[in-house]
């Protein structure tokens, strides 16, 4: 039997990226969707996201850093004196505000790492690592003992994504690797490159034989009313979510930056007394 599989990753909260993305495959007559992690923050989407997945009927959904990220929060797991942990806490307190229930318990029971025997094939699905969902192990130009991580157990293929960058490499015993790039994020270090920052994904197309077709592929998609979303959204941190969508630069770990915002917006305060107040009603 044939399988269109797409592979979908890091939205990072980009509802109009993961639509565009969700109608190119459904004229590609994909039949499955995996997706690898990171689907919310710093992006304004929160139930839209997950009811996408849902209308497509998501078929395997692992846990990306951020995930992990909102779910230190509801743990409390929180720096308060560090701008980058106000920073995430805010994005997550947007969150809390927004989504539903059931999707806050499907983010706290997400695996870490999935396998698929699709015919004949085994196929390793995490985020980055298998057991490591975060770091720059895997970044495009790392050594190859670093990709042989991938294949402690025999599959044949890993696919993996955080990096935002599309990949086809090979392990050492010549078992194959694919990461389709980043829906909501994409960005270059290589600056030329970064005048293209469509929403990436990638389609697996498995037969009889094997491995029949990887696409990785690029779709336009609606920038303007990203930010228009974000907007009436109220999203926090606006002014940098408008810049990484533009440029692809991020500020996460900008601590003087961040701090300036956190001060000028009372971030701060918002967010202790935000998660002291529903701690103490046990509404998270
Ligand atoms: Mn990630």
Redesign the pocket.
């Known amino acids: 039997m044939k399988h269109r599989i797409a592979l979908l990753a890091?939205v990072h909260g980009n509802v109009s990226a993961l639509k565009a993305v969700v109608e190119d495959s459904l004229k590609e007559g994909v039949t499955d969707y995996w997706f690898l992690?990171?689907l919310i923050m710093p992006g304004p989407g929160a139930n839209d996201l997950f009811e996408i997945l849902e209308t497509i009927k998501v078929g395997m959904y692992v846990k990306?850093?951020?995930e992990d990220c909102f779910l230190d929060v509801l743990n409390k797991r929180v720096d308060f004196d560090n701008a980058t942990d106000i920073y995430v806490s805010r994005l997550v307190q947007y969150q809390c505000e927004n989504l539903n229930e059931i999707y806050i318990n499907l983010i706290k029971n997400l695996p870490l790492h999935a396998t698929k025997q699709v015919n004949d094939l085994s196929i390793s699905i995490s985020?980055?690592l298998q057991n490591k969902?975060?770091g720059g192990d895997l970044w495009p130009t790392n050594n190859q003992e670093n990709f042989d991580q991938l294949f402690e157990h025999d599959y044949d293929i890993a696919i993996y994504?955080?990096t935002h960058h599309q990949l086809l490499r090979y392990s050492s015993n010549d078992q194959l690797i694919i990461n389709p790039g980043t829906i909501g994020q994409p960005f270059y270090k290589w600056d030329k490159l970064c005048s293209d920052l469509r929403a990436q994904y990638a389609i697996l197309e498995i037969d009889e034989r094997g491995i029949a077709e990887v696409r990785f592929k690029k779709i336009s998609y609606d920038v303007e009313n990203e930010i228009k979303n974000a907007i009436s959204n109220k999203l926090p941190y606006f002014e940098l979510y408008r810049e990484v969508l533009d440029t692809g630069k991020t500020h996460t770990h900008d601590l003087d930056l961040l701090q300036k915002l956190n001060d000028r917006y009372n971030y701060k305060e918002e967010i202790i007394n935000f998660f002291e107040k529903n701690f103490w009603e046990n509404k998270l």
């Open positions: 890091d992690g990171d990306g850093n951020w985020h980055n969902n975060y994504a955080h």
